[in-house]
C-alpha cells in the first residue's frame, strides 16, 4: 500500500457516494486535539438517568427487570424532534411541502452505571440492550401503522452530539423511511437483479476469501496488494465487524450477520449473544486505538412496509459504528465527498493488532 495514498473510492452499497482517501493530509500543521474526558464515576446525584433519580424523567415505558432494581430503562425523550402529541394536516403549498411531523422519540438509559462504557459492559447485558432495541422496534411498528422506518442510535461523548453523560441511546419512530436507508435498499435490489446475490453477502464473502497483487509492468515490484481477512475486525461464529473498504470515518466499522437476514426483528436471542461478544470486542480494538472513543452507532434493518418485502434477498440489517475523530470541513459538506486522511487498509490493522483480554 503506498504511503502518501490519494484516490477516490466507490461505496459499493452506495455507488453514488464516494469517499476520498487522501493520507497526505493526516501531515497537515493543525493543532493536537485532546481527548474528551469521560465521566467514569458510577452515580452522580444531580444525573436525571441515575437509578433514584427516576422522578426527574418522564414515567417508565419500560424497566427491565423492574422500576427499582432496573438494568435498563426506557423513557420518551422530553426534547423529541417527532411526537404524537398533536397532529397537523400535510401541507401542499405549490413546491413547498410539508409532512407533518408524527412518530416517537424514545430515549433507552442503556445501563444503571452512569459512567461504564460499552466495551466494559458484560456480553449478557449488551446482549439484552440490543434485544430490547429489537422487542421496542416490534412493538412501535405495531403501535401505528402510519410508522415507515425506527431507527436505534447511539450517541456517546461531546463530538457525537451526547448531550448527557450516562450512557444511553435512543429510538426514533419516523413517518418516512430515511433516504440513506432507501439508497441502501435501492441499490442492493439493483445488485441483485444484476448478480442474483445480496451485496453485502458478497462483501462478506470477499472479506474472507479474496485475494490480489497489482504489480509494477517495469520493475516486477507489489504495488497494491489485498490479503483475505485484510478488511476483518473481529468475527464470532454469526457476526463478523469489517472495515469498509470505502470507509467515510477513518475508524468506521460494520458489524453484519454472516448468514443472510434483512430484518434485524428476526434475530433470535442466540444470535444477539454473539453479536454482543463481536460488538464489545470490536469498541475495545477502537477504545485501545483511539485512547477514548467518542462515537455514534445506528442500526439499518429493512424498512416496516409491505412494498419492501421484495427487498428481503437482497438486503441484510447491520450496525455502523462511525468513531468521531474530525469535524466535516467546508469541503466534505459542498461536495458530499467525506475525506479520509487514514488509509481503511492501515486502520484495520491497527485495530486487529491490539490484545485483548479474554474473558
Not at 88 to 114: A, K
Not at 216 to 223: A, H, L, T, Y
Not at 278 to 286: F, G, Q, S
Request: charged letters at 25%; a negative charge; proline letters at 6%.
Amino acid at each position: 500500500m503506498p504511503s502518501d495514498l490519494r484516490e477516490i473510492r466507490i461505496n459499493p452499497i452506495v455507488p453514488s457516494e464516494s469517499v476520498l482517501v487522501a493520507t497526505a493530509r493526516g501531515n497537515r500543521p493543525k493543532k493536537a486535539e485532546e481527548l474528551a474526558p469521560r465521566d467514569s464515576r458510577s452515580h452522580v446525584a444531580t444525573c436525571p438517568f441515575c437509578r433514584g433519580n427516576e422522578d426527574k424523567t418522564p414515567p417508565a415505558i419500560q424497566a427491565i427487570p423492574d422500576e427499582e432494581n432496573w438494568d435498563i430503562r426506557i423513557v420518551e425523550n422530553l426534547y423529541p424532534v417527532l411526537g404524537d402529541d398533536r397532529e397537523q394536516p400535510d401541507l401542499n403549498l405549490g413546491m413547498q411541502q410539508t409532512i407533518d411531523g408524527y412518530g416517537r422519540h424514545e430515549v433507552i438509559i442503556d445501563n444503571s452505571n452512569h459512567g461504564i462504557a460499552l466495551h466494559e459492559m458484560t456480553n449478557s447485558h449488551i446482549a439484552l440492550l440490543f434485544r430490547t432495541y429489537r422487542d421496542r422496534m416490534q412493538i412501535l411498528y405495531e403501535s401505528d401503522e402510519r410508522l415507515r422506518y425506527v431507527l436505534a442510535f447511539k450517541n456517546f461523548g461531546p463530538a457525537a452530539g451526547a448531550s448527557i453523560p450516562h450512557t444511553h441511546s435512543q429510538m426514533i419512530a419516523l413517518p418516512v423511511v430515511p433516504d440513506n436507508v432507501q439508497a441502501e435498499v435501492d441499490h442492493s435490489h439493483d445488485y441483485y437483479e444484476k448478480h442474483h446475490n445480496c451485496v453485502f453477502c458478497s462483501l462478506i464473502d470477499e472479506a474472507l476469501t479474496f485475494e490480489t497483487r497489482i504489480y509494477d509492468r517495469e520493475s516486477g515490484e507489489v504495488k497494491r496488494q489485498i490479503d483475505v481477512g485484510q478488511y476483518v475486525i473481529e468475527r464470532g461464529k454469526k457476526f463478523i465487524a469489517i472495515k469498509p473498504f470505502a470507509s467515510r470515518y477513518e475508524w468506521e466499522i460494520h458489524i453484519l450477520p454472516l448468514v443472510h437476514q434483512a430484518d434485524f426483528k428476526d434475530a433470535t436471542d442466540e444470535d444477539m449473544e454473539d453479536f454482543a461478544a463481536v460488538l464489545k470486542r470490536t469498541m475495545a480494538r477502537l477504545d485501545a486505538v483511539l485512547g477514548g472513543v467518542q462515537y455514534n452507532y445506528f442500526l439499518h434493518s429493512i424498512p416496516h412496509n409491505r412494498r419492501f418485502e421484495e427487498n428481503i434477498p437482497s438486503y441484510h440489517w447491520h450496525l455502523e459504528i462511525t468513531p468521531r475523530t474530525s469535524i466535516p470541513n467546508g469541503f466534505e459538506l459542498g461536495s458530499g465527498l467525506f475525506v479520509n486522511t487514514i488509509s481503511p487498509e492501515e486502520a484495520a490493522e491497527q485495530l486487529r493488532e491490539v490484545e485483548l483480554t479474554k474473558e
